[in-house]
């Protein structure tokens, strides 16, 4: 403990910026730059799978991208708790940071370089894995600046949070223009200017150089604003992965000695991530099945321009940096504390499903003769059905994400934190992969259909959380 304090007392030395040291800064630039990678890619992906050869796309069938979509997220949240492990064990975060960096930059390069098939896979799988050595790595630096007990550290992470929605504000404006505008090919098709090729791989390659200037930045600064921090695994502090596992199958039968009021915080985590599994799965649509709909739907002329699909992607991070400084001051304002964590992440539920009712009225804004390769679209939805849709996701979201964060900190017995941590961020895994079989629907049943069937779904398990809230709130045990 005193090295670490020596270090840090190193790292105050260098002097500060708005009060945080400069390596936050330093972090901050390299995840906005990782987030602006990957949302950019996300942000372009399933069009790329779905348009046709000649379109410079995949011409994959919309249900088989949807389950490629759907596995490819579900498992960049999963490889985290394996590159966390290597990293605390062997290799230290710094390195796995820029292990991570590298991996997927040759990702990106490899989507860039090779349209087709086998470069589809062989990117996303490098996608996978140089996130999983990436993403739980750097958030740890983040809070190794600060001592133990330090009040900045949650300001820390709120401006590190800015980082990743700024980066995932402005990936999708930048990649949707080079694959939708600049680097697309128009023409005229019965009567009216359209797309004739994209330049998807254009996007990919946006994403790479973003990828690599925030590793650049990363291996050049490092050395001088973070000192030491970071460069050795942490063996003597990490428990083995057979250790892990016994200690989750033993949580409930006693053998991990347990107190009664620990087994109801525990339970009451695995409730809440049950509810949560349900919840992504419906939010993470606005990557898959909703992006579909968007391109083909929604009426996205704006004064006489149409709004690239892709540009919709950044809705979400902007209305969250617009309104998550006022849902941090509402949950600790007079009223804001008399919701329990129960009751918000239910009002979150809700508000997800209420969305989806949206998106439900409007399918009936459009109109269309054919279905599939012969389908005419004689009318198409009005823009602000999407709008409003993205608005109440968002703050269903601040509603649900962040409090549940932070309720299992303060839930999880100490010994057991890390691993009921990871069991919390395993819901996203599970949410993106149940996600993308729902997309795949779309389809077959039709968008209003799925629409209104996941809003029926997720405002009954909203309403279901509510009745459940004052049972759960005692197993809390006054964590609030």
């Given amino acids: 403990m005193a090295n670490n304090n020596d270090l840090i007392d190193r790292i105050e030395a260098q002097g500060t910026l708005f009060g945080h040291p400069k390596g936050l800064y330093l972090l901050f630039f390299t995840e906005m730059w990782e987030r602006f990678s990957y949302y950019g890619m996300r942000g372009i992906l399933m069009l790329y799978m779905t348009k046709l050869w000649i379109e410079n796309g995949l011409n994959i069938p919309e249900s088989s991208a949807s389950l490629i979509y759907g596995f490819f997220t579900g498992f960049v949240y999963f490889t985290p708790l394996i590159g966390g492990y290597l990293a605390d064990r062997y290799i230290g975060q710094r390195k796995a940071i820029t292990i991570g960096g590298i991996t997927m930059f040759a990702g990106q390069l490899i989507l860039f370089l090779m349209n087709s098939h086998i470069g589809l896979g062989i990117g996303l799988v490098l996608l996978i894995i140089g996130n999983g050595f990436f993403k739980p790595n750097i958030s740890t630096l983040v809070g190794q600046l600060y001592r133990d007990g330090d009040e900045k550290r949650d300001s820390a992470f709120s401006i590190f949070y800015m980082g990743i929605n700024l980066g995932a504000f402005l990936a999708p404006l930048i990649a949707g223009s080079l694959a939708e505008d600049w680097f697309a090919v128009k023409g005229m098709k019965d009567g009216a200017e359209t797309i004739l090729s994209y330049g998807f791989k254009y996007g990919f390659l946006a994403a790479a150089i973003g990828m690599a200037l925030g590793q650049i930045l990363f291996n050049l600064l490092a050395k001088k604003y973070l000192l030491e921090i970071g460069e050795k695994p942490f063996k003597s502090e990490t428990v083995e992965i057979s250790e892990v596992a016994d200690d989750l199958g033993n949580i409930t039968s006693g053998k991990v000695g347990l107190t009664k009021e620990e087994k ?77 964590t129960p009751i918000k992440m239910s009002l979150g539920m809700i508000l997800l499903g209420f969305g989806f009712v949206i998106m439900y009225f409007a399918t009936f804004g459009v109109e269309a003769t054919g279905s599939g390769a012969t389908e005419v679209i004689t009318k198409k939805a009005a823009l602000s059905f999407l709008v409003l849709t993205y608005f109440f ?21 100490v010994k057991l934190a890390s691993l009921l941590m990871g069991v919390w961020m395993l819901s996203s895994f599970a949410a993106n992969i149940i996600g993308g079989f729902i997309a795949a629907y779309v389809e077959k049943l039709g968008a209003g259909t799925i629409f209104i069937s996941i809003a029926i779904f997720v405002i009954a398990l909203g309403i279901l959380m509510l009745l459940l809230s004052r049972k759960l709130s005692q197993m809390m045990h006054g964590v609030k």
């Fill in 264 to 340: 109801q915080r525990i339970t009451v985590i695995f409730i809440l991530t049950f509810f949560v599994i349900f919840f992504w799965a419906g939010f993470e649509q606005a990557g898959s099945s909703m992006t579909i709909y968007t391109d083909k739907y929604i009426n996205r002329s704006l004064f006489g321009w149409e709004i690239p699909t892709t540009y919709f992607q950044s809705v979400n991070p902007l209305f969250i940096v617009a309104l998550g400084p006022i849902f941090a001051w509402f949950w600790t304002s007079k009223y804001g504390k008399r919701l329990s």
């Fill in 393 to 413: 996701h968002t703050i269903g979201e601040l509603c649900l994400s962040p409090v549940g964060l932070s309720v299992v900190t303060k839930l999880a017995p």
